[in-house]
């Protein structure tokens, strides 16, 4: 596989893993709500960016993988 082949493979698994661990906070009920402080996160941001697992405090934290 070429790099570019490989740099978007790479970026697809990465999503698709984003996409499970949401449908797991869905499942345990903590979808929606701040992986680190448990506030809610605001629709508006859920509406765009439905994978965020971080209120704006906590941007700057990097996510469990």
């Not at 680190?36 to 994978?51: K, S």
């Amino acid at each position: 596989m070429e790099p570019r082949g490989t740099e978007r493979l790479a970026a697809i698994e990465a999503e698709l893993a984003q996409v499970e661990r949401a449908l797991g906070r869905i499942d345990d009920g903590t979808y929606g709500r701040c992986s680190v402080c448990g506030d809610d996160i605001d629709d508006e941001v859920l509406r765009t960016t439905p994978l965020s697992s971080l209120c704006p405090a906590h941007l700057d934290v990097v996510p469990d993988a």
